[in-house]
């Protein structure tokens, strides 16, 4: 008979331990202990589970709606991070990848100081393939805008003709 209550014990321990696993990882957490917390404390991490804030920013639009937008739209106040997600000009930060805002707009600010930097003089053809290389890893990463890698693209494409 004891043993039919340990077996029953352990397989409510097993649900609870899911069901707050599941919960904290669907909420956009990382769910790593949660299934042991929920083994262990049962309907108290079940509670504390259910009460976290959801991470996920997930919006919900009418059927008729084929796209869904992944933040703000461009008439609202936003910021966009290194990663390209639009994110809205309270949060300080990224919505997706969790970088500050302050940190991103220092890595721009750093990212104009070298866009800056390449002189105009005298380039030679392996010298231009690799500022271009840079700046075209500094468009992917968010850094620069298409205007500023277009900018250096010509300005270096026209000091290697200088040669």
């Known amino acids: 008979m004891w043993l039919l209550g340990i077996l029953i014990y352990l397989a409510q321990a097993a649900l609870f331990g899911y069901a707050c696993r599941s919960i904290v990882e669907n909420k956009g957490y990382d769910a790593g202990s949660w299934f042991w917390l929920g083994f262990f404390f049962g309907i108290f991490a079940l509670l504390v589970a259910l009460s976290k804030p ?8 009418p059927a008729e709606s084929s796209t869904v937008p992944s933040g703000p739209s461009d008439d609202e106040d936003s910021w966009t991070c ?9 949060s300080n930060a990224c919505a997706k990848c969790g970088k500050l805002k302050t940190q991103v707009e220092q890595e721009r600010q750093a990212a104009s100081r ?7 003089e005298k380039l030679e053809e392996s010298q231009v393939i690799q500022y271009l290389k840079e700046y075209k890893e500094l468009l992917d990463n968010g850094a620069i805008s298409q205007a500023e890698f277009d900018k250096k693209k010509n300005e270096l494409l026209a000091s290697e003709a200088k040669v």
Not at 54 to 61: E, L, R
Not at 83 to 89: I, L, S
Request: hydrophobic share 20%.
């Open 54 to 61: 959801d991470q996920n920013y997930a919006y919900v639009y």
């Open 82 to 90: 290194s990663c390209g997600r639009k994110n809205y000009a309270y």
């Open 114 to 120: 070298k866009v800056t930097t390449v002189s105009e």
